[in-house]
């Protein structure tokens, strides 16, 4: 059966500091592929992660309403950690599948570096605060939570402003190792950068296949 078929549903979350249009070429590619879409923007610079998170809850109830059986996730950066937040409390019969892009699932070294600086504060907002690598960030906290999930981290970088703040493989923004996350189903590198890895035909082709079989597509890179 197809998405459209079986009337699927799939939840967009943009990272920090962007807007739904980031996620617009995976809206499009979803839309094509039969999927109900839910891309709502949210205020990521205003609000700490739990509060931001109830975007997560609000486009569940969009797919309900829409007539989704099975609900699924693609995030990227910060949105994967509202997912994982909102779990934390809540339950979704329907959800199924996660597809995180460039997730800071054990947080960030650029968020320890930076966030005491002005700039950081005032582009990231509160969020960008608890996105730090130490146990008792956002993203550490989270206990796991009961979807079917593939990540996809980047090994390019855009950012060579924050080169110093790793020591292996990173995005630019999230270190590849970061990325990963315990009980994961699949995981995937490629050579894009934190900051465009959601336009990448490379990346949607992944997360469609992800969706479609509960992994991904072709060889896995090193890392």
Not at 128 to 133: A, H
Request: charged letters at 20%; hydrophobic letters at 40%; glycine letters at 12%.
């Amino acid at each position: 059966m197809t998405a459209l078929e079986t009337r699927e549903g799939v939840v967009l979350l943009h990272g920090l500091g962007r807007t739904a249009a980031s996620m617009r070429p995976v809206e499009k590619a979803l839309r094509a592929a039969g999927y109900v879409v839910v891309n709502d923007g949210y205020r990521s610079t205003r609000e700490p992660v739990e509060r931001l998170a109830v975007i997560v809850g609000a486009g569940i109830a969009k797919c309900r309403a829409a007539g989704a059986t099975d609900i699924h996730f693609v995030t990227h950066s910060l949105g994967g950690i509202l997912v994982r937040t909102w779990f934390q409390d809540h339950t979704a019969p329907e959800a199924r599948r996660l597809v995180m892009l460039g997730p800071p699932n054990h947080g960030s070294e650029v968020a320890d570096r930076q966030r005491g600086a002005a700039w950081y504060r005032w582009l990231t907002g509160p969020a960008g605060q608890q996105l730090g690598t130490e146990a008792s960030s956002a993203p550490n906290r989270c206990r796991p939570i009961p979807l079917e999930i593939g990540v996809i981290a980047g090994t390019a970088s855009a950012d060579p402003w924050f080169a110093g703040s790793f020591d292996g493989p990173n995005d630019g923004k999230v270190a590849v190792a970061s990325a990963r996350l315990a009980g994961m189903r699949d995981f995937l590198t490629v050579p894009r950068s934190h900051t465009f890895m959601m336009r990448s035909d490379v990346v949607i082709g992944q997360v469609l296949a992800f969706l479609r079989e509960g992994r991904f597509e072709g060889d896995r890179t090193s890392g």
